[in-house]
């Protein structure tokens, strides 16, 4: 999931490839091959795309990324200014704020020229820097490195972290004594999550399966030669298990979650060989999550209604009878999240598609609300380590309003911003308007859209605008800052989010009305939204736009089938496209877990649902807009095969003579490359190809 965001601006619209281009788009051999399901003969002449080693597909994306680049060619002066200029934004060597945990503050911070954080620590503000993790160096010599576990134990001498250096989210496990900054031998392969006990030595760890489940939860003494030993293995596949400490740092909890179930089990971190507690049995539909305070535990739970509500559950008795209810659940506000601390608890709330915070006070019993402004913008809870504080940090932006880190008194109500991230290059937030409105859905269901156009925009149909959304997994897409999408603002392009159902912006039954049955929703709210767009002047169907990535691609994929006049460019990132073949093959990455989110096509209705939809399977023969596809070699998510193959069918069916551009990142993964500099030359490409389709040349 991802989102992207006057000089001289051509009013209409210039193709980027002559009419007789100078190197031909390659064409996909085709193998026959099909089999049948619920009486249907299901063909697929590109199904030999997924082996991924064999010379010939090796072949067919080099041969594709050579087109991609002819094609680009002509805009690469035009690349280079626009990373230029995307890097004159950024503050290159800056610094986090710090975090604190048992005596220490914890942060990061970043050099210019280098492509990875320092990661780093002090005793005190004034104390000596300890460099505890250089991601440039782990990075040295690969052409990828991801950073997922990074776990302090709580007397700081040892550091638990997992990288990743393939793109294909196959994390090892390493543990650093920061004494010595030596490795202990102690490793794990495929590691998903980690928590530490009390005794600092027992590290609680996850594993995946051969399909990248995490299914099994081991516990192990580091430094000491012992083997781990198997705490729990999750047998139904469409579950999988995570571990964390609670803040109060009385337990390590173990969660098993399935996309509409959940079950929690605790273990005393003084006591880690202990026997495991099950608080709550999963349950059809049961959804719920857990923190600690003092003799409390602090459940989430939809049991009285999809939106959650929160309730007390004593650490000594956890029946029902003894719950005590103290955030009741409502329809229009839906619960996210909770933390709690020793004298309150701070809730998240999402309403009218807008997160909130609301702060208890556990002494007194008095709740109340922190609120916001802007019209759009995104929150998220910061890094709260501490238990025993009355400060509540959080992350706040907006479409305007840079990542900001503010501590929220929850005692005196005081908010204190810590830091706003620095926009160079003259940024004035005075330039620009955000906006929010509805459209209007089939079913008469109001859609929110928010809008950001520079200050000086006029509603007469003719300027340019870039459309995204995502819609699934009931994943809200805030208005969030991207110091990249002012490339696009300030030569006269808008940029909107749909805020589509399959997300979940508007509580639970925002995504229960996008997924499954219903997913024909997220695809008809879209259009709902660009033809309200262009109705309403903000734009025109010849100057519109569109982009999504992941599941985000398969809406860039349904829409383009349903409604390829209405948009001119379609950019569609890593897109999950081929529905029926992937969700049929279960020895994929997430298929026994997706089957909650898109169905099971060995199910005939919905097969049958599926189909009606898929893009691969309903590519037809017919003009298409102008379609960038973007892949990555390694992409565990969205196996690369399915957009080589969506291309290649696309190839052989569409009757225009718009560009079709497929860029595959041999080295990258779900989000492309890791390294920040390599990630700013992605968007400049990305951002050449839409300006140039849109008429802006410079």
Not at 101 to 127: A, F, M
Not at 301 to 315: A, H, L, Q, S
Not at 611 to 623: A, G
């Amino acid at each position: 999931m991802r989102l992207i965001p006057m000089a001289t601006m051509l009013t209409a619209a210039l193709p980027l490839l002559a009419e007789s281009s100078p190197t031909a788009p390659p064409v996909a051999k085709t193998v026959p091959r099909s089999f049948q399901l619920h009486g249907d003969t299901i063909k697929d002449d590109y199904y030999w795309l997924r082996e991924k080693d064999s010379p010939d597909v090796l072949a067919y994306l080099k041969a594709e990324n050579a087109y991609a680049d002819e094609v680009m060619k002509e805009t690469e002066a035009f690349q280079s200014a626009l990373y230029k200029e995307m890097l004159s934004r950024i503050k290159e060597t800056d610094l986090s704020v710090p975090w604190a945990y048992r005596g220490w503050l914890y942060y990061s911070r970043t050099e210019k020229g280098k492509q990875y954080r320092i990661n780093c620590r002090k005793k005190g503000p004034d104390g000596p820097e300890q460099v505890l993790l250089d991601l440039n160096e782990l990075a040295r010599g690969e052409k990828f490195l991801g950073l997922s576990i990074y776990e302090p134990s709580d007397d700081g001498n040892l550091l638990a972290y997992s990288t990743d250096v393939t793109g294909f989210r196959e994390y090892s496990l390493r543990i650093k004594d920061l004494r010595t900054g030596e490795l202990l031998p102690d490793r794990a392969e495929r590691v998903t999550s980690a928590a530490w006990a009390d005794d600092n030595k027992t590290l609680f760890y996850t594993t995946q399966d051969h399909a990248k489940r995490a299914y099994r939860v081991w516990r192990r003494e580091v430094g000491r030669g012992s083997e781990a030993v198997l705490v729990y293995e999750e047998g139904d596949e469409h579950f999988n298990v995570g571990v964390w400490k609670s803040r109060s740092g009385s337990w390590i909890f173990l969660a098993t979650e399935s996309q509409t179930q959940s079950e929690v089990r605790a273990i005393p971190s003084a006591k880690p060989t202990a026997e495991m507690r099950m608080l709550i049995p999963r349950a059809k539909d049961l959804e719920y999550s857990v923190d600690h305070g003092g003799d409390l535990f602090y459940i989430t739970i939809n049991d009285r209604g999809r939106n959650f509500r929160v309730v007390t559950v004593p650490v000594a008795d956890t029946d029902p009878k003894s719950w005590k209810e103290i955030v009741p659940h409502k329809d229009d506000v839906m619960i996210t999240g909770l933390s709690a601390f020793a004298g309150y608890v701070v809730v998240n709330e999402r309403e009218a598609g807008l997160p909130r915070l609301r702060v208890i006070d556990l002494a007194s019993g008095q709740q109340h609300r922190v609120e916001f402004d802007e019209p759009a913008y995104a929150l998220y809870s910061a890094v709260n380590a501490e238990f025993d504080t009355t400060k509540y940090r959080f992350n706040y932006e907006s479409f305007v309003t840079p990542d900001s880190v503010y501590d929220y008194d929850m005692k005196t109500r005081e908010r204190s911003l810590l830091k706003r991230t620095d926009v160079l290059g003259g940024y004035d937030p005075a330039n620009y308007r955000e906006e929010r409105i509805f459209a209007t859905a089939a079913d008469g269901v109001k859609v929110p859209i928010s809008i950001l156009t520079r200050k000086d925009f006029v509603r007469d149909g003719k300027s340019p605008l870039l459309l995204y959304a995502y819609g699934s997994y009931g994943a809200p897409m805030y208005a969030t800052f991207d110091s990249n999408v002012f490339s696009y603002v300030d030569r006269g392009v808008s940029f909107a989010v749909a805020h589509i159902r399959g997300g979940g912006e508007m509580g639970k039954k925002w995504h229960d009305d996008g997924r499954m049955m219903k997913k024909k929703n997220t695809f008809t709210d879209f259009i709902a939204a660009a033809e309200h767009l262009v109705a309403q002047k903000y734009t025109s169907a010849d100057r519109l736009a569109i982009e999504g990535g992941s599941a985000g691609g398969l809406l860039m994929g349904a829409v383009t089938n349903m409604r390829p006049d209405l948009f001119k460019v379609v950019v569609s990132k890593v897109p999950f496209v081929d529905v029926i073949n992937t969700m049929l093959d279960d020895d994929l990455p997430l298929t026994y877990s997706e089957f909650e989110e898109w169905g099971n096509p060995k199910d005939p209705v919905q097969y049958a649902y599926m189909k009606s939809y898929c893009p691969y399977t309903n590519i037809e023969k017919k003009n298409y807009p102008t379609i960038l596809v973007k892949t990555s070699y390694n992409d565990s998510q969205v196996m690369y095969w399915e957009p080589a193959k969506y291309v290649a069918k696309l190839r052989s069916r569409k009757t225009d003579g718009n560009p079709l551009v497929f860029k595959i990142n041999m080295a990258g993964g779900h989000g492309g490359s890791s390294g920040r500099y390599d990630k700013l030359h992605e968007s400049a490409f990305d951002t050449a190809f839409v300006l140039t389709q849109l008429g802006i040349t410079k």
